[in-house]
C-alpha cells in the first residue's frame, strides 16, 4: 500500500489533475492520496492559497468579498470545467466557501487558518470527485472524521501520537482515500494548519499510520539534485539516499521535502520517494534508512544565507561552570533558537538565524550578555552563510575534509566556521555570504563532477 | 620596574639560589620577587610542598610528626648552610612550621592548606636572608599584612579587587620585596592556597597590582617551544606570542605558565616574559598584546588527552527552543564543565575532560538526557585528545585549515571533530587519543619544518 502527495503544481489545473488520475490508475496499491491547493500554473500565476489569505484579509477589513471569492472559487470551477465534472461539486465547494466565511473573526488567526486549510479541503473534494467520474472507486476524507488530532495552540502544531490509530483505519478502506494536507484539528475540534509544506507533513503522518510500503512524493522535478540546480549547472541526480541525509540537505536550502516531512516516515521506517508527476517514468529519488557509502561518500552539497554570529568573549570562561547555559538561557527568552555554537577556550559564537532577530532583540541579547555575564566583548554580525556537505559515511572517509577545505581555499574566500564532529552525516562550513555561490560550485567540482580542471 | 617570579626549580638549593640572585642584583629593576617552593633537585628528588603534604597526613593521622618534619626542616637548612647563613633564619622556619603544625585540624582542607603554603612562605623568608646577607636591601613581605585578599571558600580562590589596592604600595618600597607565591588570605585571615600553578599567579597580581613593566617568570627552559620537545624533536623556539596565543596553547598541554595566571598581567596589559634561570642570557619567550603575524599564522601546537564526547541526537532537536541549555544544565548539576559542542541538525556532542567524569555520573547524566530530553540516542565515549592550532591571524589565512586537514590526512587519521569559527587564533581538532603524537609531528613539520618531505 502507497501513500502519494501531491504538490501544488501537480493539481494546478484539469491538464495535471489527468496526470495525477492516471498515475493513481496506473498502481493499485496508490490508495491514500493526499493533495495541496492548486498552485502556479504558469510564472506569474498566483496560487489558490494566496488568494485564499486576500479573502480572509478583504473579510477580515471588513471589505466586500465577494470579488477575492470569485476569484477563488473561478479557479476550481475552471478546473471542473476542463475535467467535465457536473455542477455538484462546484455547489459543495461555493458552500463551503460561504460557511467559513461566516465563522467567527473574533481571532484572526483561527478565521485566516480556516479559509487557509480550505485551498488544500476542496481540493481534495474536487480529486475525490473527478477520480470517481472516471470510475475509479474514491473517497474524499474529512480529517476531522479521520482524527487527525493536533496539538493545541500556542504549541508548534504537530499530530498528537492519538492520530496514528485514528488514522491506521484507513489501510482497511477498500476505496480510494483522498485526503486533504495540511491541517488537523485539536481535541476541541478547532482547525490548525502546519508548517509550511505541511502537505507533506500529512503525508508523511498518513504513510507512517497506516504502514505504508511506500511514501511517494510527487513534485514537479524527477529527483532530488546533488547541489542546487539554479547555482551548479546541471547538478547530479540523487538516486538513494537516507532520510538523515534528506534532513541535513533540507536544513540549508534544500526545498524539496519539508524537513519537519521527514520525520512520521522516518520513525515508521516508511521509505520515501520523490517523484515528479510530469515525468512519472523517471526512477525519482529514493529515501531510506541505509544505503551503502562506499563508493561516494558525498551525497549533496547545501547552501543557505541569512545567519548570523553572537560573538562572546571572557577571560577563562571555560573555567565558568553555568556560562553557556546562561547564554542560552537568555537567547530562549528572546524565543530565539540556534543551529551552532563553535568554541575557542575563552569565547564562543552563537550561529543564529537572522529572521529570528530584531534590532530590539539584538540589543536586548547584547546588553543582557553584557552585563549578566559579565563578558569582556560581545558583538552580533550578519550576512553568513552555512555550506554543508551531506553524506552518510562521511565521518569514516580519511580526507574528506581536507579535500573540501583545500577545494574552498580555491576560491580564495576564507572560511569563517568549521562545525564537524557530531554529526556523521555532515560537514559545515561557515562564509561570509558573498562567498557563498562561488564555495559550493567548487565543492561541487571537488565531489561530483568526473574530472576537475582550474 | 620588574616583578620577578622563580619557580621550584629556581630555588631548590644554594647553587639555584645564587643564580637567582646574580639575576636580581643584575638588574635593579627587578624590585618584587615571587618564590615558589624548594622544588626538586635532582631526578627522583621530592619536592618541598610534597613533604609537606606527608608532615600534613602524618598530623592529621596522630602520627608521629618529627621524621616527616625532619625532612622539610632538613631542605632548608641544607640551603642556609650551603648559602652560609646563620642559624637565625633557620629557628624562623623552624617556629614557624611548630606554630603551622599546632594549627586546628577540625577543617582538614585549612590544616593542609596551612602546612602547604609555608612551603613558599619559608622560601620567601630564606631568599630575603639571602639577598640580605649578600648585601641587597631586601624585606620578607607577608602576604596578610600586604593585603593579598581572596575569595572565601567554597569559590575557587581569586583575588579580590581590593588585593590590587593594598598590593600596590610594594610600587613605593626602596627594598627589594620578597613575596611567597601560591597563597592569599580571605577577609576573615584565612588562609587559602591557588590551583596549581599558584606561584605564577601572585606574580602576575603583583605585576598588574604595581603597574610594572614587566612580568618575568624564570623556570628552567630558555623558552616556550612551538611543540611538546618530548613528541617533536628541536621544536621551533616561540620569540614573541600574545596573551590570547599562550592562553590558547596552555589550554591543552602546554604546561609553562599556568594558563589563570595571565589574567592579572593581560588585563593591565604587562607583558610578561619566560626566561630561564639557568641561562638568563637566553632572550625567552615575550607574552605581549598584539604581534605582526603576517610572517607566521601559526604559532604553537598543541596537544592533549582524556577527552570524552557526550553524544545526544533528537530528530528536529534544533526546533526546540532550550534543548542545549536544559542539556548543559543537566551537566551542570553534575558540576561537570564542557570545552566545546560540536552540533550537527539533530545531534551535538559535548566535549568534557574525562577526569571530571565517574561511572555514577556518566550513568545519571546518560538517563537524565534520555528521560528527561527525550533524546532518541545519547552515549559517552571517551579516549579523545584535542589537538590545537594557535595564532594571531590564522582566522585571516587563506587555505591554512586545508593544510592542517591535509596534513592530518597524510597520517591516514581520522579527524573526529573540527572546531573553527569562534576563536580568532586556535584551530581545534579532535582525534582519537591512539593518533595524537602522530598529527601532532605531522601538523608541526607542515608548519615548522623549512622543508618538508615525505
Known amino acids: 500500500m502507497k501513500v502519494c502527495k501531491f504538490g501544488g503544481t501537480s493539481?494546478?489545473?484539469?491538464?495535471?489533475?489527468?496526470?495525477?488520475?492516471?498515475?493513481i490508475r496506473e498502481?493499485?496499491?496508490?490508495?491514500?492520496?493526499?493533495?495541496?491547493?492548486?498552485?502556479?500554473?504558469?510564472?506569474?500565476?498566483?496560487?489558490?492559497?494566496?488568494?485564499?489569505?486576500?479573502?480572509?484579509?478583504?473579510?477580515?477589513?471588513?471589505?466586500?468579498?465577494v470579488p477575492a471569492l470569485q476569484k477563488v472559487v473561478d479557479r476550481y470551477a475552471q478546473i471542473a470545467a476542463d475535467l467535465g465534472l457536473d455542477s455538484e461539486i462546484m455547489a459543495i465547494i461555493a458552500a463551503d466557501l460561504a460557511g467559513r466565511l461566516s465563522f467567527s473573526k473574533e481571532n484572526p488567526s483561527l478565521f485566516f487558518d480556516q479559509l487557509k486549510a480550505s485551498g488544500e479541503d476542496n481540493s481534495?473534494?474536487?480529486?475525490?470527485?473527478?477520480?470517481?467520474?472516471?470510475?475509479?472507486?474514491?473517497?474524499?476524507?474529512?480529517?476531522?472524521?479521520?482524527g487527525l488530532v493536533v496539538t493545541?495552540?500556542?504549541?508548534?502544531?504537530?499530530?498528537?501520537?492519538?492520530?496514528?490509530?485514528?488514522?491506521?483505519?484507513?489501510?482497511y478502506k477498500n476505496s480510494i482515500s483522498v485526503f486533504p494536507g495540511f491541517f488537523g484539528f485539536t481535541k476541541d475540534g478547532e482547525l490548525?494548519?502546519?508548517?509550511?509544506?505541511?502537505?507533506?507533513?500529512?503525508?508523511?503522518?498518513?504513510?507512517?499510520?497506516?504502514?505504508?510500503?511506500?511514501?511517494?512524493?510527487?513534485?514537479?522535478?524527477?529527483?532530488?539534485?546533488?547541489?542546487?540546480?539554479?547555482?551548479?549547472?546541471?547538478?547530479?541526480e540523487i538516486e538513494l539516499m537516507t532520510y538523515r541525509e534528506m534532513r541535513e540537505l533540507s536544513y540549508a536550502g534544500f526545498a524539496v521535502l519539508h524537513d519537519e516531512a521527514l520525520m512520521p516516515a522516518f520513525k515508521a521506517s516508511v521509505p520515501v520517494c520523490i517523484k515528479n508527476t510530469n515525468n512519472p517514468g523517471a526512477q525519482g529519488t529514493m529515501i531510506v534508512a541505509e544505503r551503502d557509502y562506499s563508493?561516494?561518500?558525498?551525497?549533496?552539497?547545501?547552501?543557505?544565507?541569512?545567519?548570523?554570529?553572537?560573538?562572546?568573549?571572557?577571560?577563562?570562561?571555560?573555567?565558568?561552570?553555568?556560562?553557556?547555559r546562561k547564554l542560552l538561557q537568555i537567547l530562549e527568552d528572546e524565543n530565539v533558537s540556534y543551529e551552532h555554537?563553535?568554541?575557542?577556550?575563552?569565547?564562543?559564537?552563537?550561529?543564529?538565524?537572522?529572521?529570528?532577530?530584531?534590532?530590539?532583540?539584538?540589543?536586548?541579547?547584547?546588553?543582557?550578555v553584557k552585563t549578566e555575564l559579565n563578558a569582556d566583548d560581545v558583538h552580533l554580525n550578519s550576512n553568513f552563510s552555512m555550506v554543508v556537505l551531506v553524506g552518510e559515511g562521511m565521518k569514516y572517509t580519511t580526507g574528506l575534509a581536507a579535500r573540501a577545505t583545500e577545494a574552498i581555499s580555491?576560491?580564495?574566500?576564507?572560511?569563517?566556521?568549521?562545525?564537524?564532529?557530531?554529526?556523521?552525516?555532515?560537514?559545515?562550513?561557515?562564509?561570509?555570504?558573498k562567498d557563498e555561490q562561488k564555495i559550493l560550485k567548487e565543492l561541487y567540482n571537488e565531489f561530483f563532477a568526473p574530472s576537475y580542471a582550474l
Open 27 to 65: 498502481d493499485p496499491s496508490r490508495k491514500v492520496i493526499v493533495v495541496s491547493a492548486p498552485g502556479k500554473r504558469f510564472d506569474g500565476d498566483t496560487k489558490v492559497t494566496d488568494l485564499l489569505i486576500d479573502l480572509a484579509e478583504a473579510a477580515l477589513a471588513g471589505q466586500d468579498t
Open 152 to 171: 493545541e495552540a500556542p504549541a508548534r502544531v504537530q499530530a498528537l501520537p492519538v492520530s496514528n490509530d485514528n488514522l491506521s483505519a484507513l489501510r
Open 295 to 324: 563508493k561516494r561518500p558525498v551525497t549533496g552539497i547545501s547552501a543557505d544565507s541569512g545567519f548570523s554570529t553572537l560573538y562572546v568573549s571572557k577571560y577563562l570562561m571555560n573555567r565558568e561552570v553555568g556560562f553557556g
Open 124 to 146: 481534495a473534494k474536487l480529486v475525490a470527485a473527478y477520480l470517481t467520474a472516471i470510475g475509479l472507486k474514491a473517497e474524499y476524507i474529512n480529517p476531522k472524521n479521520a
Open 341 to 368: 555554537i563553535p568554541s575557542g577556550i575563552d569565547n564562543l559564537s552563537v550561529i543564529i538565524r537572522s529572521h529570528q532577530l530584531t534590532p530590539e532583540k539584538e540589543f536586548r541579547i547584547v546588553s543582557r
Open 192 to 236: 490548525r494548519t502546519f508548517d509550511r509544506g505541511g502537505s507533506d507533513i500529512t503525508g508523511s503522518i498518513l504513510a507512517a499510520a497506516i504502514g505504508a510500503d511506500l511514501y511517494e512524493n510527487f513534485t514537479d522535478v524527477d529527483c532530488v539534485f546533488a547541489a542546487n540546480p539554479r547555482i551548479v549547472e546541471n547538478p547530479a
Open 410 to 433: 580555491r576560491t580564495g574566500a576564507n572560511i569563517e566556521m568549521i562545525n564537524q564532529g557530531s554529526s556523521e552525516v555532515s560537514l559545515v562550513f561557515g562564509v561570509l555570504q
Open 11 to 23: 493539481v494546478a489545473d484539469a491538464q495535471q489533475l489527468k496526470k495525477v488520475a492516471s498515475i
